[in-house]
């Protein structure tokens, strides 16, 4: 099993410049979120998916757009990317409300000039 | 809201010496309670958690208690080792996110062990 992967590792983009961060999993796990992570500020989440066909804003939404593609792929969109989007990005995964450990996956390091 | 504050690092110990990371929270109801270790260059993986009051979690040697009377969950080991290395967090999950298990995290205290 793979677990939470995430493409791609690393990018650069330029202000103004679109981009999609995917993520998939193999548990076979309902939810699936998205958490950007700044120095000094733990990880905020962005947005989640508490099950295929559902998408609910996080803590930090704005500037971001997903889409629960399926059960196993959960993607994240940078319509018009700005250098306050500068971070590190993690997918997770979790499978219910009573078993609430979330999976990471390695994260996608983005930087906006 | 719901929030986790834990101490601020960086935190820098001899191998073999005591860890304690300090970690208070608040949260209605009784949330579960969690401790997430990040390696350089990974992402988060689970270290323990405890899901009622005065459940122990351990893991790997850590240790930590869920103490309702004083809101804390407080990470220890007794003998830490190079390895252990990494960036601690500390994070809960409320009853209230029925939906998905949404996780509060506190913002991360960095360990370095000395040789």
């Known amino acids: 099993n793979a677990g939470v992967t995430q493409t791609p590792k690393f990018q650069v983009l330029k202000t103004g410049q679109s981009m999609t961060l995917q993520c998939a999993q193999d548990m076979n796990h309902n939810s699936m979120y998205w958490y950007r992570q700044d120095p000094g500020m733990g990880l905020r989440l962005i947005y989640y998916?508490?099950?295929?066909?559902?998408?609910d804003k996080g803590e930090v939404p704005n500037g971001y757009n997903v889409s629960r593609l399926n059960k196993r792929e959960f993607s994240l969109r940078l319509e018009s990317a700005a250098p306050s989007q500068t971070s590190v990005y993690f997918c997770?995964?979790?499978?219910?409300?009573?078993?609430?450990?979330?999976?990471f996956g390695p994260g996608t390091r983005l930087t906006v000039l | 809201g719901d929030s986790v504050t834990q101490m601020e690092g960086p935190v820098t110990l001899s191998e073999e010496a005591f860890l304690t990371i300090n970690c208070t929270y608040t949260a209605t109801g009784y949330p579960s309670l969690f401790w997430y270790v990040q390696y350089p260059g990974e992402g988060l993986q689970l270290l323990l958690k405890a899901t009622k009051a005065d459940d122990k979690g351990s893991n790997k040697g850590f240790e930590a208690t869920y103490r309702k009377e004083t809101t804390s969950f407080h990470l220890e080991k007794g003998s830490v080792q190079v390895s252990d290395s990494a960036v601690y967090f500390c994070a809960l999950s409320g009853p209230s996110y029925s939906s998905a298990s949404k996780i509060i995290f506190g913002s991360g205290t960095r360990l370095s062990i000395r040789p």
């Open positions: 998916s508490a099950s295929e066909g559902t998408t």
């Open positions: 997770a995964s979790s499978g219910t409300p009573t078993n609430n450990e979330q999976f």
